[in-house]
């Protein structure tokens, strides 16, 4: 998988559950259709809270709407219900199947993210045969730990290019600018969630659609 530059990476808020199912998943699709509008490429559906079933519903849904677009839906952790539902790829935390197994067992062109949080994980991730690697938390951000800082994105991205590197964690308006000078691209929960910001990073021609 090759990607233009920057690699925006949309990540879902991760609050919907069984019982506000009817009203957030309405959220979460409307934000679908933002990012297919704003020519976001890469959109993670990462809701851990609900069961497989729902997770693969919602997923075939936003499939729907990104079909014939730009914009590439990816699962977190379950490779099978996004094979299912025709997701585009997956995104592997480190209690998931390597991305090894995943790109020997399933197709060619499925996406492989996986999320790193240091040099090793970052290249493992590279020699398994993943796609990209979001590298966190870089800022500061809600119950993800104490920050790597900008200095440890430099090295990765040195020591590791051209295998794509996202930055993730704490990214917004504020340092987004510079996270860029740095890494391929940034994913962002709170920053991406939000039709206005999506807007305005559109306004300034940041979005560049993915390639193959």
């Given at each position: 998988?090759?990607?233009?530059?920057?690699?925006?990476?949309?990540?879902?808020?991760?609050?919907?559950?069984?019982?506000?199912?009817?009203?957030?998943?309405?959220?979460?699709?409307?934000?679908?259709?933002?990012?297919?509008?704003?020519?976001?490429?890469?959109?993670?559906?990462?809701?851990?809270?609900?069961?497989?079933?729902?997770?693969?519903?919602?997923?075939?849904?936003?499939?729907?709407?990104?079909?014939?677009?730009?914009?590439?839906?990816?699962?977190?952790?379950?490779?099978?219900?996004?094979?299912?539902?025709?997701?585009?790829?997956?995104?592997?935390?480190?209690?998931?199947?390597?991305?090894?197994?995943?790109?020997?067992?399933?197709?060619?062109?499925?996406?492989?993210?996986?999320?790193?949080?240091?040099?090793?994980?970052?290249?493992?991730?590279?020699?398994?045969?993943?796609?990209?690697?979001?590298?966190?938390?870089?800022?500061?951000?809600?119950?993800?730990?104490?920050?790597?800082?900008?200095?440890?994105?430099?090295?990765v991205c040195?020591?590791?290019?051209?295998?794509?590197?996202?930055?993730?964690?704490?990214?917004?308006?504020?340092?987004?600018?510079?996270?860029?000078?740095?890494?391929?691209?940034?994913?962002?929960?709170?920053?991406l969630n939000?039709?206005?910001?999506?807007?305005?990073?559109?306004?300034?021609?940041?979005?560049?659609?993915?390639?193959?």
């Amino acid at each position: 998988m090759k990607f233009s530059k920057p690699i925006i990476y949309l990540i879902s808020d991760g609050t919907i559950t069984v019982q506000n199912f009817s009203q957030k998943s309405v959220k979460f699709l409307q934000i679908v259709e933002f990012a297919v509008e704003f020519k976001i490429p890469l959109i993670q559906f990462r809701e851990k809270s609900l069961p497989a079933k729902f997770v693969f519903e919602l997923t075939a849904q936003a499939v729907q709407l990104t079909k014939n677009s730009k914009t590439k839906i990816l699962i977190n952790d379950r490779a099978d219900i996004a094979l299912a539902a025709k997701a585009n790829g997956v995104h592997l935390t480190s209690n998931s199947v390597s991305a090894k197994i995943i790109r020997q067992n399933f197709p060619k062109d499925f996406i492989i993210g996986v999320s790193a949080h240091s040099l090793e994980n970052a290249l493992k991730a590279k020699n398994d045969g993943a796609d990209f690697a979001t590298f966190s938390p870089i800022f500061a951000s809600p119950n993800k730990g104490t920050p790597v800082g900008l200095e440890s994105l430099k090295t990765v991205c040195e020591k590791i290019k051209p295998f794509p590197i996202i930055a993730l964690g704490g990214i917004d308006e504020t340092n987004y600018d510079e996270v860029l000078q740095i890494a391929d691209g940034f994913a962002a929960i709170r920053f991406l969630n939000n039709a206005e910001n999506l807007r305005k990073l559109k306004d300034e021609n940041l979005f560049i659609n993915c390639r193959r």
